[in-house]
């Protein structure tokens, strides 16, 4: 069974850094594309960073850029989100996602973060609030 387990949420202060894990199981991490996305009240689910689960390629969406890092441990079956320089806009519900159905490159990764419904296994998801 594929789970997906998200840790790391919480308050930060506007400027503030948080930490978010994505624990997945139940699949062979290589063969995926891994993805966080987020979801703030009244708005549409926004991908926001991908990564490929066997060359470690990434992407980012423009809001989160220089900002965010993503990274992978495949021995942990982990993916983490580094967030920095937070804002308030930055405040949602995040949650992690898989697909074997679309990759992680510099070609492809806006769609990877925009067709969220190729993604075949999700994560409870984790609320971030960033306060001013």
């Known amino acids: 069974e594929v789970q997906l387990q998200e840790s790391g949420g919480g308050l930060v202060q506007y400027g503030g850094s948080l930490r978010l894990s994505c624990v997945v199981s139940?699949?062979?991490?290589?063969?995926?594309?891994i993805t966080w996305f987020r979801q703030a009240p009244g708005l549409e689910r926004e991908g926001i960073s991908c990564i490929n689960g066997y060359d470690g390629r990434t992407y980012y969406a423009d809001s989160v850029k220089g900002r965010f890092t993503i990274s992978s441990d495949s021995a942990k079956n982990t993916v983490s989100l580094q967030m920095s320089s937070l804002k308030a806009e930055d405040t949602a519900i995040y949650s992690c996602a898989v697909t074997d159905r679309v990759r992680c490159t510099e070609a492809t990764g806006l769609s990877t973060l925009t067709f969220w419904r190729e993604y075949t296994h999700w994560g409870q998801g984790t609320q971030v609030t960033v306060s001013p």
């Open positions: 139940g699949f062979t991490f290589e063969d995926y594309t």
